[in-house]
């Protein structure tokens, strides 16, 4: 399974980062990274787009009641799950999820990533 990831410069980017030390194999299944400033500014046209590239995208951001944009982790969710909807109804297996983690907060990323 190919893994592709966006994750906010916040806190999911830090996350991914301080996951990737503690298990590195995951950048084995990594084919892209992509930092962005927010969540909330990721439309559905990227989140599709990225997908062509990858079987499995992870929206790594801030845990809602934390995000500095106040709505931006929250948009971002909603994005997802009608990106997924869409998936499904053309049954095209591809998935695409939202996490929110932190640097000291690892463990839904982990679950998500390392397997």
Excluded: H, Q, Y
């Excluded at 994750?7 to 990737?20: I, K, N, T, Y």
């Excluded at 990594?30 to 787009?49: N, Q």
């Excluded at 062509?52 to 944009?69: E, H, I, Q, W, Y």
């Amino acid at each position: 399974m190919s893994l592709g990831i966006i994750g906010c410069e916040r806190s999911g980017f830090p996350a991914l980062c301080a996951l990737g030390k503690e298990a590195p194999e995951i950048w084995d299944r990594i084919v892209a990274v992509f930092p962005v400033p927010c969540l909330g500014g990721v439309d559905e046209e990227t989140i599709l787009g990225i997908l062509l590239r990858c079987d499995t995208l992870l929206l790594v951001g801030c845990p809602p009641a934390s995000c500095r944009n106040e709505w931006g982790s929250v948009l971002a969710e909603k994005r997802v799950a009608r990106v997924s909807r869409l998936l499904e109804e053309a049954e095209i297996p591809k998935r695409v999820l939202c996490v929110f983690a932190n640097p000291n907060r690892l463990g839904e990323l982990k679950v998500r990533v390392v397997v």
